[in-house]
């Protein structure tokens, strides 16, 4: 469930891509205004699963230096919303009414200027929200591109302009912390060990193949910094010697400190912590583990309550995310 005073928002380098590859590149100026058209006219929506999932563009905004999105995703097929009395533990059920799902709401923000001057690269920033993954929102954006930016060009050493080519939206993390600098604040938590290989028949007659393998190994107290560092490259040995091919390291890490009164009227600090994982190949080298590098993320704090499905844009949510996207 989102927290309602906070937000967590990670950074990406965003692509604008041309499909297919030789195609022209595409101005991502001309086309955000298509985007908008197709928005006004109603159109910036698609469904997925069967019709069971609904994603639009609720709210967007072309400002001086960003581009601003506020996606709505819609589940007909999630469980109904649940509120318990905390006094009396009694539940009540809020029904979902005909054509509803439940809904959830995510902002993104996107640098008009090009990332360190490459054109059709931008820095962006995506608010966290689950049940909206990275994966979803480019797939969206690539069904607005298909619906508003699709044209024709003509390949080199063809007659024909009769060749069909579109923008493609691809994000890529953008890199933040070592994984030794994150795990200097952290406590390691767990280590899974992975294999996707084709193993062994399990019976005589070879009908049933052995195809992938998991492995969890607990971590004894809670070890962080050097330790654990350690304890990952063991895990990592540990790994290529039995033919596994990832290791995934879960670990929580404390991102912020916040003074909270306690039922006496003391005030305590209390620790916000966020549980990651890192996949690692197994094969990988000892000394890349140190300088492993993974999306980077910033914790948003806000005066303003927000709701799990905003009907427009937060104001103060898509001022400090702005904020954060100038900084870098």
């Not at 069971?52 to 995703?73: G, M, P, S, W, Y």
């Not at 992938?212 to 895990?235: C, F, H, R, W, Y």
């Not at 003074?259 to 690692?280: A, C, H, L, N, W």
Request: with cysteine; hydrophobic share 35%.
């Amino acid at each position: 469930m989102q927290a309602t005073n906070r937000r967590w928002a990670y950074y990406y380098d965003f692509s604008l891509e041309s499909y297919p590859k030789d195609a022209p590149r595409f101005d991502f100026e001309e086309v955000i205004v298509r985007v908008e058209s197709l928005w006004k006219n109603d159109k910036a929506v698609h469904k997925y699963r069967n019709q069971e999932v609904t994603i639009r563009i609720k709210d967007l905004k072309i400002n001086t230096d960003n581009f601003a999105l506020l996606l709505h995703l819609s589940d007909i097929k999630a469980s109904d919303p649940a509120f318990s009395n905390t006094k009396t533990g009694d539940v009540r059920v809020e029904s979902k009414k005909a054509d509803e799902g439940m809904g959830a709401a995510c902002h993104i923000l996107f640098q008009r200027s090009c990332l360190k001057g490459k054109k059709g690269w931008h820095l962006s920033l995506i608010e966290e929200v689950v049940g909206i993954p990275k994966s979803m929102i480019e797939q969206f954006l690539n069904f607005l591109f298909r619906a508003s930016c699709q044209t024709t060009y003509k390949k080199i050493g063809s007659d024909s302009r009769g060749n069909i080519c579109r923008p493609k939206a691809s994000f890529a993390g953008h890199a933040s912390s070592t994984l030794k600098e994150s795990l200097t604040h952290s406590a390691l938590q767990g280590i899974t060990l992975l294999t996707h290989n084709e193993g062994e028949y399990i019976d005589d007659d070879k009908e049933l193949l052995m195809t992938e393998q998991t492995v969890k190994l607990k971590v004894v107290g809670s070890p962080s910094g050097n330790k654990a560092l350690d304890l990952i490259k063991s895990a990592r040995r540990y790994a290529a010697k039995k033919s596994f091919d990832q290791v995934r390291v879960q670990y929580t890490e404390v991102v912020a400190e916040e003074e909270k009164k306690d039922s006496k009227g003391e005030v305590k600090k209390i620790q916000i912590k966020k549980q990651r994982t890192i996949p690692i190949e197994a094969k990988s080298k000892e000394g890349d583990l140190a300088n492993l590098l993974f999306t980077k993320s910033e914790l948003i704090e806000l005066t303003k309550e927000i709701g799990q499905c905003e009907n427009s844009m937060h104001a103060e949510l898509t001022r400090k995310m702005k904020s954060l996207l100038d900084k870098i």
